[in-house]
C-alpha cells in the first residue's frame, strides 16, 4: 500500500502558522509580482475566488469579504515544507518527496497499528509540531493514494482507497481530469471517446490505451486497476534542466538592471546546481516583453550557448549567461521578464576537462566550497559576484510580503507579555 501525505493550502497555512488571526477566515496568497491567485484557503474558495484568477479583477470582493492578502514567500514555505518532511521521515523510513507540499509513502511493515490509525498519527504529529494541517489518501498503488487523498480534503483528512463495489461508485464520480498523470490535451482527447470519468478509463480496453495514449496511459489504467506501476522513488533522480525565471517589479529597458537580474537568476541555477551535485553543458538566455501591452512595442528572444566544459561555477555561469544576453537584447524596449535554464545536466563527478583548462577547474571548483561556506553560515547571497549588484531595481512586487520567521534572525517572532 502507499500513502500520499498532501499539505491542506499549504502557502496559506504556512502563513496561518505565524498568524493566527488569519485562521478561519478567508486567505489568498499572490504569485510573483503580486499578480494571480495560487493558493486558497477554503473560505476564499466558498467565495467564489478562483486559482490562477489576477488579482486586480477581484479587488472589490477581497475588499469587501476582508480576504487576508499575502506576497509569496518561497524562503518560508521551502523552509516549513522542510520542517514537514523531516516531522514525516520520524514515522516512516521509506518516502518519495513527490513536491513542496507532497510525499509518498511506502505503508509496509506497519502491521502493529491499522493503517487508519497510523495515518491520523502522521496528522497529528505534523500539525503538533509544524502547525501545518495534512491529509493522508492510502492506495494500492500511488495514482489510487491521489485520488484517496483528494477524497481526505474533503472529508475527515484520511482516506483509504480500498477494491469493494463502493470504490467504483467513487471512481464513477471522479473526473477524468482530475486522475494524476492525465493532462489537459490527453483528457479532451478521452472525453471525445466517451472516457469522462476514472472508472471508465479503468474498464477501458487495453490496445486503444497502448495505441493512443502509449504505454504511460496504459500505466495510468492498470495503476487505476489496483496493479502498481510506479515503484517509490526514494532517491531523487537527476534533473533534465533547472529554470529560473522572474518577471521585473517594473518594465525596463535599462541593460544594467536587466544584466543584474540575469546574474542573480544564473546565480540560483548555480546554487541549485552545486546541491544535486551536478553541473551544466548548455545555458540559455530568454528575454520578453510583456505581450499583454499591445500598445507596446513586442520583442522576445532567447539564446543558447554550449559551456566547453560542464560547470556549476556561479562565476562562470554568470560570464555565459552575460555573454548571451549582450547578443538578444535589443534598444527600444521595456522589457518585462528575463530566465535562465541550465541543462545538459550530469554528475559533476563525470566531467570531460579539458586538455589545457583543468587547473582553472580545480580552482573554481575550491572556490564555490569555500563560496558556499560562508552564505551557509553568514546567509543568502552575503557573498556575492558583483555582477549580481546590490540595487536590484528588478526585484518583484511584494507589497504583503510576511516575514521569514523560521530563516532570519531578525525576523523571528516576538511574543509581547
Known amino acids: 500500500m502507499f500513502a500520499l501525505v498532501d499539505c491542506n493550502n499549504f502557502y496559506v497555512s504556512c502563513e496561518r502558522v505565524f498568524n493566527p488571526a488569519c485562521r478561519n477566515k478567508p486567505v489568498v496568497v ?17 467565495l467564489g475566488i478562483k486559482m490562477a484568477e489576477p488579482a486586480f479583477k477581484i479587488k472589490e470582493l477581497i475588499e469587501k469579504n476582508k480576504v487576508a492578502v499575502f506576497s509569496s514567500n518561497y524562503a518560508l514555505y521551502g523552509n516549513m515544507s522542510e520542517r514537514v518532511m523531516n516531522t514525516i521521515a520520524t514515522l516512516v523510513k521509506d518516502m518519495e518527496i513527490y513536491s513542496i507540499d507532497e510525499v509518498f509513502l511506502d505503508m509496509k511493515g506497519y502491521a502493529n497499528e491499522s493503517l487508519s490509525d497510523f495515518a491520523y498519527r502522521i496528522r497529528n504529529r505534523v500539525f503538533q509540531w509544524t502547525g501545518v494541517p495534512v491529509s493522508v489518501g492510502i492506495g494500492s ?7 484517496a487523498a483528494k477524497i481526505a480534503k474533503k472529508n475527515t483528512g484520511v482516506f483509504i482507497f480500498t477494491e469493494s463495489e463502493k470504490s467504483d461508485e467513487i471512481l464513477n464520480k471522479y473526473p477524468v481530469e482530475d486522475i494524476w498523470g492525465v493532462g489537459r490535451q490527453y483528457a479532451h482527447f478521452l472525453k471525445k471517446f466517451g472516457y469522462d470519468t476514472a472508472l471508465k478509463l479503468k474498464n477501458s480496453d487495453d490496445a486503444f490505451m497502448k495505441k493512443y495514449m502509449k504505454i504511460v496511459g496504459l500505466r495510468t489504467v492498470y495503476e487505476l486497476r489496483g496493479i502498481p506501476c510506479y515503484k517509490l522513488q526514494t532517491h531523487v533522480p537527476m ?33 541549485k546546481l552545486r546541491k544535486m551535485k551536478a553541473c551544466a553543458s548548455l545555458i540559455t538566455i530568454f528575454l520578453q516583453t510583456n505581450y499583454f501591452r499591445e500598445d507596446l512595442g513586442q520583442y522576445n528572444n532567447a539564446k543558447v550557448l554550449h559551456i566547453p566544459v560542464a560547470t556549476n561555477a556561479t562565476n562562470e555561469l554568470i560570464f555565459y549567461a552575460l555573454s548571451g544576453l549582450r547578443l538578444i537584447y535589443k534598444k527600444g524596449y521595456l522589457y518585462k521578464k528575463a530566465g535562465v535554464i541550465v541543462s545538459g545536466i550530469s554528475s559533476e563527478n563525470e566531467q570531460q576537462l579539458s586538455l589545457m583548462g583543468n587547473e582553472a577547474h580545480k580552482t573554481n571548483e575550491k572556490l564555490m566550497k569555500v563560496f558556499d561556506a560562508i552564505n551557509e553560515k553568514m546567509g543568502k547571497d552575503k557573498l556575492r559576484f558583483a555582477a549580481q549588484g546590490f540595487d536590484r531595481k528588478w526585484k518583484l512586487r511584494q507589497e504583503k510580503l510576511s516575514p521569514n520567521y523560521t530563516t532570519k534572525w531578525e525576523d523571528i517572532l516576538k511574543i509581547s507579555l
Not at 500511488?142 to 485520488?147: D, S
Request: aromatic share 6%; hydrophobic share 30%; net charge positive.
Open 239 to 271: 534533473k533534465e534542466n533547472i529554470c529560473t525565471a522572474r518577471s521585473f517589479g517594473k518594465m525596463t529597458e535599462d541593460f544594467e538592471t536587466i544584466a543584474e537580474a540575469t546574474a542573480n537568476y544564473t546565480a540560483t541555477c548555480a546554487r
Open 30 to 46: 499572490l504569485s510573483n509580482n503580486d499578480g494571480c491567485i495560487i493558493s486558497r484557503s477554503e473560505e476564499a474558495k466558498k
Open 141 to 147: 498503488t500511488k495514482t489510487l493514494a491521489k485520488i
